[in-house]
């Protein structure tokens, strides 16, 4: 349950898929005809369906705050019990206004509306279980669409071993220093600072990724990273995510200073 599953958090996917969803409800009822709809005349169908095609995108809509919300707080990572707790508590909402829908919007005047079990037995579920797979696949092919652009965008920290390497998202690298014929990495992972020791050099890396700018012979930075200055018995220092504290030697005090006045304006 705690498998991850492909998420595309990106709203505008999720606008796309809810008006295809309200598309696809709308085709469904109007070609299938479930309960009395065949009775109902072209112009009543053309009124009341697309209701019910609306009510499928607006609820679908109306969720997204809740993903959002397991998003963040499983920190960034969407599980398969993410996925189907959103699913769950789409479709009982979803059923529950569509009744409300039924009961007094397209029967309002009439004295015996279908029950609700008669109604789930006869078009909810059954047309829940024709839309819920369009959902997922669009929601599973926006996530793998989404996590391919993502590792496309990776930069890779290559080490002097054959297996040495740490392939990250630019911006998920707060900074790096040199430790004697290695380099420590320090970065994010989802929420969480981590720390990875290769074998390379600090210059190498400051050649190869011009974006870390050199902060000291020992240092580089990310100025995505920067937090606030730093001064103390003379000597300047930048505070990074995570309270990571690098000192700034003269040589390089002009460069970084332009470098994050440029990154934070």
């Known amino acids: 349950m705690k498998r991850h599953y492909p998420f595309d958090p990106l709203i505008k996917h999720h606008v796309i898929i809810s008006i295809l969803l309200g598309v696809w409800v709308f085709v469904f009822l109007f070609f299938t005809e479930p309960l009395d709809v ?3 005349s072209n112009n009543e169908k053309l009124i009341y369906l697309p209701g019910y095609g609306l009510v499928a995108s607006f609820c679908y ?3 997204l705050p809740f993903q959002q919300y397991l998003y963040f707080s499983f920190k960034k990572q969407w599980t398969v019990y993410s996925e189907l707790a959103f699913i769950l508590t789409f479709s009982i909402v979803t059923i529950i206004i569509a009744r409300c829908y039924y009961l007094f919007i397209v029967v309002a005047n009439e004295p015996n509306p279908y029950t609700l079990g008669y109604m789930l037995t006869t078009i909810l579920l059954p047309a829940m279980a024709t839309i819920l797979p369009i959902i997922l696949i669009g929601r599973f092919g926006f996530g793998k669409y989404y996590e391919k652009q993502l590792d496309d965008q990776k930069i890779e920290i290559k080490g002097e071993g054959n297996y040495e390497g740490l392939r990250l998202q630019l911006n998920d690298v707060i900074s790096i220093q040199s430790s004697d014929n290695y380099i420590e990495v320090f970065y994010l992972s989802g929420n969480s600072l981590k720390k990875t020791l290769i074998r390379n050099k600090l210059s190498v890396v400051a050649d190869e990724f011009p974006e870390f700018r050199r ?3 020992s240092y580089l ?3 995505f990273h ?6 103390e018995n003379g000597k300047l220092s930048v505070i990074l995510n995570h309270h990571i504290e690098v000192p700034i030697s003269k040589t ?3 460069d ?5 006045n440029s990154a934070t304006n």
């Open 221 to 223: 930075i990310n100025p």
């Open 226 to 231: 920067f937090q606030q200055w730093k001064s």
């Open 215 to 217: 902060a000291h012979r």
């Open 38 to 40: 065949n009775e109902l």
């Open 61 to 63: 809509l109306l969720f």
């Open 256 to 260: 970084i200073k332009a470098q994050i």
């Open 252 to 254: 390089y005090q002009k």
